[in-house]
């Protein structure tokens, strides 16, 4: 059985932290960075559990501020 | 080639737009100028020169499609009468403000409101200051007869295309609805979209592999670079001012007492002055062809040699205020008008002058 | 395999598009004009058009889309972005030309430039954010605004006698003849995006077709207007809007 991983990368300097992309995410892979903000204030997303990530590009598609990026790789 | 034809006012200025190379008109119907729109049709342009013509859902309508054109460097034009130009108003102060070349027409009636269909000039102030939001101006000639009707269309459109900026025709009704004979010009091809994009590169053409977006707005939320867009506004009205006044003049060498009138009502003055001078009145007449810019340093110096001057406008008295500027008080400036589409005969006018100007009377 | 040998371009499936400029979006967080800019970008980008399209901003909240998205613009005067569009797309037939319109400047100032430029069937696409409140002045009610909605000037709820009814007008639209393509989408979930992305690029194919006008109406949030947070407002918009103003095609012909 062939297994997806994924990755993602998140501008946290672009990001507001809207949060929608934590909860788009089918993998709880995200999270708001609570204790810490980015240059304009805002608790930035980032891959807090990135082991869980299957590369669905789900957050990067609800994304407002296009600031992720997303990585897959299948393993045979 | 050239072609004599006998026409009205408001035919001649669709045939000239064709002949022009005009790209678009976009219009709505509004009495007395309804012919421009009804021969662009009839013509159908767009068979032969590929012109865009469309009547509009309303005058709001079409001006902001003669906003879009401009924006992509197409020659676009559209004409209504006074309330119809009141609606456009919005539409101007923006494409004032985007530096949009384009040509608005104004056969005027009487106003205000709905008014009358019957000719006026009471849209002076709304033509010469503004008439929208803003400081700016429009390049206002104002025709007096058919064949000015059809030469200020490429005049029109090359100084708005030479400084970016809108120009408009304000015809009065007469004008607008009267039949002469008139020369239209050469008819000359419309520019190619490479000659459209290297006479305006600023124009939303699409990038077409330029290395920039053209983005075409009038708004600029930071106040100090909103202050350089209007003193680069303003440098452009001052280089107008400098270079594009005209005007026509007759029987002035020797004027004791001078007429000042535009439009059509120039025209009734120049006969009431062919009447007085046979009685040996000394009387000149001068016509400001651009309205805006006004020709106040011709008025000015011919203040100091006149007596009196006489400003006769189908309106309660509008272009005078330019007038008596011009003057500088040095003479003293009265008004003769007549309103709500009542045009004067030359014996009124005459009338009035020795009215003002008792010792002018033979 | 770890997460720095899966982070490689070769990997790489989703990437912010190249046609968004560099700039900060001046949106709120979570607000559905960065997604709707985000996929006109894409969109823009895999369809090669670049090159040959012109976008028309309104006045509203994507009064500066002129700033995000990398192609030439003409921003418009309140409501008259249809009308603009119109000139352009005739004078440019060879161009995609498209509005980008929120609910006060198509449904309320610009209902008829909206109607008479859709009746004409322009070939030109407009996207038609409906987040039932004007976001830019305030928060105050649309003419999309739910009955019982709190805005700036509905403060105690929109009431029918008062300020009348929710203006469906994308259901108008669809009732004309010049019409081709008549969608309401939405941007709160992925598989909803992800629908709109496909609703807009067709709205694009018809335009360079010829095939008349075509409406996205995409039903979005306003979290500052609406006082929730992003993710409420999501919610509240799925369980609320989509009641008066359901989602899916309403013309596709």
Redesign the interface.
Known sequence: MPKVIGAVTVDAMRCKGCELCVVACPTHTLALKSNDVNDRGYHYAYAADMATCIGCAACATVCPDACIEVYRVIEK | MEEVRLMKGNEAIAHAAIRYGADGYFGYPITPQSEVLETLEAEMPWETTGMVVLQAESEVAAINMIYGGAASGKAVMTSSSSPGISLKQEGISYIAAAELPALIVNVMRGGPGLGTIQPSQADYYQATKGGGHGDYHLIVLAPATVQEMADFVALGFDLAFKYRTPAMILADGIVGQMMEKVVLPEPRARRTQAEVEAQCPWAATGRHGREHRNVVTSLELDPSRMELNNERFQRTYAEIEANEVRYAEYYTDDAEYLIVAFGSVARICLKAIEDARAKGVKVGLLRPITLWPFPKTRIGELASQAKGILTVELNAGQMIDDVRLASECRVPVAHFGRMGGIVPNPNEVLDALYNHFPEAKP | ?T?EE???PA???????RL?TEA??H?????????V??IV?ELLEEMGL?????G??PVGCA??A?NYI????????HG?AP??????S???P??LVFTYQGDGDLAAIGT??TI?AANRGENIAIIFINNAIYGMTGGQMAPTTLLGQKTATTPYGRRADLNGYPLNITDLLAQLRGTCYVTRQA????AA??KTKAAIKKAFENALAGKGTSVVEVVGTC?SGWKM???QA?DWMAEHMTEHYPLGDLKNE
């Open positions: 395999m997460p899966i982070i490689n990997n790489r499936v989703y990437a912010r598009p968004l900060n979006t949106y709120c967080p979570g607000c559905s004009h960065g997604v800019h985000r970008a670049e090159n040959r399209a012109v028309v901003a009064v500066f002129y990398d192609v030439d613009w003409v921003e418009a005067a008259r009308a603009v569009a119109t000139a352009l005739r004078l440019n060879d161009n008829a430039e008479h941007v709160h979930t992925a995006a992800r979290s947070t992003p993710a999501n």
